[in-house]
């Protein structure tokens, strides 16, 4: 945030000082405005999503109101297309197995898929931040699933290593 501001600074004549600079709580203030205005207060990230259901949805429609490029990748071929024409934005949209774009990749998907999703993407994910919310449940009872690994996020970053890997939403 601060090399923002201090680039801001130096763009801006009304406020810009020609060095280095630390603002206080009012100086971030109106350099927030200014970046704001500039459009460079929020850069657009590429978000990929792999899965189609609720959370895949309710998570992609945030993050194009954030006005970021998602792609959605479904299991079955028309899975992500039918999602994406529900939605508005910077889409796209695939099958698992497609090349993962985004800088961000959510794990949308049931925690049985774990196994199966990651074998597509062998090294695709490494220096990605991956986003677990995957819940390890046997949906047919909703009773817990054992997971040796002692969550599914760790079990996950076992599996890709090179991969920054969140746990979010449960």
């Known amino acids: 945030f601060l ?14 000082l020609g ?8 100086e971030a203030i109106l350099i927030a405005v200014h970046l704001l205005r500039s459009g460079k207060a929020f850069p657009q990230m590429d978000i990929t999503i792999i899965g189609t259901g609720n959370m895949a949805r309710g998570i992609a429609t945030r993050a194009l109101a954030g006005d970021n490029a998602v792609t959605l990748l479904g299991h079955e071929t028309a899975d992500a297309p039918a999602l994406a024409a529900d ?3 910077d889409l796209a949209a695939g099958t698992v197995g497609d090349p993962v ?4 990749v959510v794990l949308a998907i049931p925690y049985e898929a774990i196994d199966d999703v990651l074998g597509h ?4 994910l490494d220096g990605k931040t991956v986003v677990d919310i995957t819940n390890p449940v046997d949906f047919s009872t909703f009773t817990p699933l054992k997971v040796e690994a002692g969550s599914a996020a760790q079990e996950i970053a076992e599996k890709v290593p090179a991969a920054k890997v969140v746990k979010a939403f449960n």
């Open 3 to 16: 090399e923002g501001c201090e680039e801001a600074l130096q763009e801006s004549p009304s406020i810009g």
């Open 19 to 26: 060095r280095p600079f630390r603002p206080g709580p009012n």
């Open 87 to 89: 939605l508005n934005g």
């Open 101 to 104: 774009n985004g800088e961000v």
């Open 121 to 124: 993407y062998d090294g695709q």
